[in-house]
């Protein structure tokens, strides 16, 4: 069954249709609503509804899980992985496989659930389906490489055989947010299935179905479906009981919530990956493609409406090129189309909440009121929908104004000028924060080189985002307050596995024999390890 269309036809094609109205009623089909929200493990009774972004008005209503309710996720899931753990590998492997053919088949209710429920564009929508076809495919097709036992080296060579096991954690907490509801509810899930878990979730209250979703095609696929837990509620009730019965935690949102998880793991001295905020850079240089920059700092800036981590909001371009490229850059936006609709014909969707137009409204106007000038936007749209805000760009930024150091998470950027590359990377390093950068130059080894030097997780060059995130071989996260840990890649697995070393001693025992001494046993033993030295061994 599908996301039903809503009645009568919610399309607003954009800031320039005179039909266009706002106060449109719509609803997914109940029985749709209640195949997904059957899966919140709850017994309170209690429900609370969500809103689209698109029209403000109600899309479902949730069942609200209590604490009691976390302890009962999590004794279905522990039960569930006891079995799975001894699940082979093939197997596991082979329902990723599985999730990848059905995520691409049914991406359209995918892409239409995540657009009811953020109001981003279709074209930004549809990332998450992919990149979590690209996560099942990529960890069901490496399985063996990450997680099959390794051998070492022993401390007697043929006598020591030394091997390393990657036991998995157990039950893993995984908290994500609203802003990829797809992509971040399931992406750290797979690897961690993969590796012999089980997951309890708990989804941002805004992306309830569309992270359900992500649950019922995992059971389609065939994983078992108690190991995939899902609860619902506020964070700041049901993560500390969610953080007290987890192995290890996956924690994606705010580097402030982060700072909370972090302690409260620590407490329980069990691991954590955070992914967090960023303030992320772009650098134009002087040999850069002015065409292609300003093409990709659109995409960089206002995919997702700018409430993407990896979003750029400060952009540093090289004198020689400066005017030409905003010239391009505004040119480029004002032509963005905005708007609520479900087809593909929408460039830039709506902000998600009141909140994040309250945030990004006061961002702007702290920096006009301190002497900034608008080159493009700086309006909410209220004639559009309740939460949409224009795509915006800055100039005269100063460090006295918010955003020019704190995440804004909307569609607002700041231009700055530079005359020399060293003064560019100092300042696109300045902040806390150190998650994402880009980099625009026809000379790769130059852009490669300044990549080095720049402190964020990942580097994109000649790419937005979607290089480093699509790449789903390297790991991707935070340097500095941008986070803890990496998902994606081989250490995007094995943060939810324990190493165990194992050594199987053959014939000699590590205490003297054939009536040695003591002392003769230990001018053996000296003598053996400087032949071993001598013989190249590490
Ligand atoms: P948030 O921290 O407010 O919420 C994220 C999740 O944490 C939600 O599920 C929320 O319910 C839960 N939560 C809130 N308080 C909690 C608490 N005290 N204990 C446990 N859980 C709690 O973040 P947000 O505003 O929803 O998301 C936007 C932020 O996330 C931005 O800063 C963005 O940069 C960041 N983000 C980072 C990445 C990444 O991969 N680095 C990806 C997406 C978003």
């Known amino acids: ?8 036809e919610p399309m607003v094609t954009g800031p320039h249709d005179p039909e266009h109205d706002p106060k449109a009623s719509y609803a997914l089909e109940p029985e749709y609503v209640e195949a997904l929200t059957a899966r919140i493990v709850s017994t309170t009774g209690a429900t609370s509804p969500t809103y689209s972004p698109i029209h403000g008005q109600p899309l479902a209503n949730i069942p609200q899980s209590s604490v009691d309710d976390v302890a009962e996720a999590f004794r279905r899931a522990r039960r569930a992985q006891a079995a799975w753990a001894r699940t082979s590998l093939d197997d596991r492997a082979q329902m990723l496989l599985r999730l990848h053919d059905l995520v691409l088949d049914r991406q359209d209710e995918i892409v239409d659930l995540i657009c009811w429920e953020t109001g981003k564009a279709r074209k930004h929508a549809f990332e998450e389906p992919v990149h979590i076809a690209l996560t099942a495919r990529y960890y069901g097709r490496t399985a063996h490489r990450h997680l099959d036992s390794e051998r070492r080296l022993g401390i007697l060579p043929l006598l020591t055989r030394a091997e390393v096991n990657r036991v998995p954690k157990g039950v893993v907490g995984i908290i994500a947010p609203w802003n990829y509801p797809f992509s971040l509810a399931l992406c750290d899930g797979l690897p961690a299935l993969l590796a012999g878990n089980a997951v309890v979730t708990k989804p941002d209250a805004q992306t309830m179905l569309t ?28 993560g500390t009981p969610l953080i007290k019965s987890s192995d290890y935690v996956c924690f994606t949102g705010s580097t402030a919530t982060g700072k909370v998880i972090a302690q409260q793991c620590a407490e329980r001295l069990i691991g954590c990956s955070l992914e967090l905020g960023g303030k992320n850079p772009l650098l134009v240089l002087r040999d850069a493609s002015v065409e292609r ?4 700092a659109i995409r960089a800036s206002f995919a997702s409406a700018g409430q993407l981590c990896m979003s750029t909001e400060r952009i540093f371009v090289a004198d020689q090129i400066y005017d030409r490229f905003v010239e391009r850059l505004v040119a480029r936006t004002e032509a963005l189309s905005l708007g609520a609709s479900l087809d593909w014909d929408v460039d830039m ?11 990004v409204t006061a961002h702007v106007a702290d920096a006009l009121a301190k002497g900034a000038r608008v080159l493009t936007g700086g309006k909410a749209r209220p004639d559009l929908g309740p939460y949409y805000y224009e795509p915006t760009i800055l100039e005269g930024v100063t460090p006295d104004m918010t955003c020019f150091a704190e995440e804004t998470f909307g569609p607002v950027i700041s231009l700055y000028r530079f005359h020399d590359e060293a003064d560019a990377i100092d300042r696109a390093n300045a902040g806390r924060y ?33 290089a480093t995130f699509g790449s789903v071989d390297t790991p991707m996260g935070g340097m500095r307050e941008s986070g803890m840990g990496r998902r994606q890649g081989g250490e995007g697995i094995h943060r939810f596995t324990e190493t165990q070393a194992v050594a199987t001693q053959r014939l000699l025992r590590f205490s003297p024999q054939f009536g040695l001494s003591e002392e003769t046993y230990a001018k053996v033993q000296t003598a053996n390890f400087r032949l071993l030295k001598k013989l190249g061994r590490a």
């Open 349 to 359: 969707g709506t902000l998600i909440s009141p909140d994040q137009v309250e945030t």
């Open 1 to 8: 069954m599908s996301a039903q269309s809503p009645t009568p």
């Open 293 to 296: 920059a300003a093409e990709g």
């Open 434 to 466: 150190g998650l994402n950068a880009s980099i625009f130059s026809q000379d790769g080894d130059r852009a490669r080189w300044i990549a080095r030097q720049i402190k964020a997780g990942s580097v994109n060059i000649n790419e937005a985002y979607g």
């Open 211 to 238: 992270a359900l979703l992500g649950a019922q095609l995992l059971e389609e696929a065939g994983f078992p479906k108690d190991l995939w837990q899902v609860v619902a509620g506020p964070g700041r009730e049901l």
